[in-house]
């Protein structure tokens, strides 16, 4: 159990190192930690126990963890470039076994510890936050100053964001706790401050996709928690579709007059709100753009199979038109040194933000199911789809059946981080990638086994024991 509590606790201050010379990166010291986890969980499943894997096959949750897996091997055995697809097929085997698999077959009570994992990430992601509001502070906080201010431990403001909703929630759970139980005051104002202080980081990442996906995440949250709270939702949403359809012209209108940014040098927060409409000239949305239509053409090309997981990086610039580039030219990208910041170590090691390859990368899809799409086709991204759609069913159904209030929130918990990162994936993608892998495994092996396998957790010490 210490080996899972103590690399969730390096995660966060985890970098990635590149030796040019043995062309190996290595997030360190975090993957080799999850290494020896790995095995060590391979160790204990050799014989499970049996009533646990009966159990556990009954969960639609799991059932669909293990379909994730089964058609990534399938779409691997047929892909294009099998090596890339092999390592990341490793990567994702590593992660979905050692966090979500393994603590409920390694230990008594796989929640529990599922939940130690979340809370030593979320309390050691706290001084990535103050180290980003000091960087961002520098530059007076404007929008120009984000990209790069949790340099060199989070590739840039969206992948720190991503991460941090996990955290944020967490600490959200702990607040919560404090004052249902009515904590001394000195203990609520403490837990008030760390989460105003993650607030005010994720406000200053100024990242669109995670401040819509925590906003929506948190109305699902108070919409699931009743049939009564759940129709006055569907009437809201269905009023909702149907204004978007009688003022679909003016709409129309609005999005192709905007000209607000996100980018520019002295870019506040009204500017970065209006540019979520923009299509037109803000490049992170036309760039989102042109790869979510590269990757469609792709889907046609292998609808069935996708050319292998992470593949679409080696492709997309050939499904590319020289038009659909809001950078630059394709021809002059090839070749080019990325543009993104770097710091050399010594011994030829570069420390940078991602060094997985030393020439211009083409980058991802944007989008965890468009990535699912192009890599292991249709299937896959049904079966991520169904995923997430599982989180809903879990908090719906399983809220109403837990008594405990502490068991009751960190399930809230754990559906909040999920369910804001199933939106925020729509926009990005970082599940190949253990600083927000570990917060998401953990969080759904917290939803998944937190009554169904083994005891509940009404026999626990603490509701958040764990982080205590």
């Known amino acids: 159990m210490r080996l899972w509590v103590l690399t969730a606790a390096t995660v966060p201050f985890s970098v990635k190192v590149y030796a040019p010379g043995m062309d190996l990166e290595v997030v360190f010291p975090a993957e080799p930690l999850l290494a020896v986890m790995f095995f060590v969980t391979l160790l204990r499943l050799a014989r499970p126990p049996r009533r646990l894997v009966t159990k556990a096959l009954q969960d639609p949750v799991v059932v669909l963890v293990l379909a994730y897996l089964c058609i990534s091997t399938v779409t691997t055995v047929v892909s294009s470039m099998p090596m890339v697809s092999l390592k990341a097929l490793v990567v994702r085997a590593v992660y979905i076994t050692t966090l979500f698999i393994g603590p409920v077959f390694v230990f008594r009570n796989g929640s529990r510890i599922a939940r130690k994992v979340l809370g030593a990430y979320a309390f050691a992601f706290l001084p990535i936050a103050l180290f980003a509001l000091s960087a961002q502070s520098q530059q007076g906080f404007m929008r120009f100053g984000a990209a790069d201010s949790a340099f060199p431990f989070y590739n840039d403001h969206t992948h720190f964001a991503a991460a941090l909703t996990f955290a944020l929630f967490f600490h959200c759970g702990l607040l919560w706790r404090v004052v249902h139980v009515r904590d001394p005051i000195g203990n609520i104002v403490l837990r008030s401050l760390l989460v105003s202080g993650l607030a005010l980081a994720l406000y200053f990442s100024f990242c669109r996709a995670a401040w819509v996906a925590v906003i929506i995440a948190m109305a699902l949250h108070q919409t699931l928690r009743s049939w009564s709270r759940l129709r ?199 599940l190949d990638d253990p600083k927000v892998a570990v917060p998401f495994w953990s969080s759904l092996a917290m939803l998944t086994f937190g009554v169904e396998a083994g005891r509940t957790e009404e026999d626990d010490s603490g509701p958040l024991s764990a982080a205590q």
């Open 232 to 430: 006055v939702g569907a009437a809201f949403l269905a009023l909702f579709i149907l204004s978007l359809f009688v003022l679909r012209v003016p709409i129309a209108q609005a999005v192709q007059g905007n000209r607000s940014v996100a980018d520019g040098a002295a870019v506040g927060t009204g500017e970065v709100i209006r540019s979520m409409s923009n299509v037109t000239n803000d490049v992170s949305n036309v760039e989102r753009l042109h790869r979510w239509k590269a990757a469609y053409a792709m889907f046609l090309e292998r609808p069935w199979s996708g050319f292998g997981p992470a593949t679409y990086q080696f492709h997309y610039t050939a499904f590319l038109a020289d038009r659909d580039t809001s950078i630059a030219p394709i021809p002059a990208l090839r070749g080019h040194l990325n543009g993104s910041s770097m710091a050399h170590a010594r011994n030829g090691l570069i420390l940078r933000e991602s060094p997985r390859v030393l020439q211009y990368s083409s980058g991802s899809a944007h989008s965890e199911y468009l990535m699912e799409l192009t890599g292991s086709g249709l299937g896959g991204m049904v079966i991520l789809a169904l995923l997430a759609c599982s989180v809903l069913y879990k908090r719906f159904n399983a809220g109403r059946r837990i008594r405990d209030p502490g068991s009751r929130q960190m399930r809230s918990v754990a559906f909040l981080g999920l369910t804001a990162y199933f939106i925020h994936s729509l926009f990005n993608n970082f």
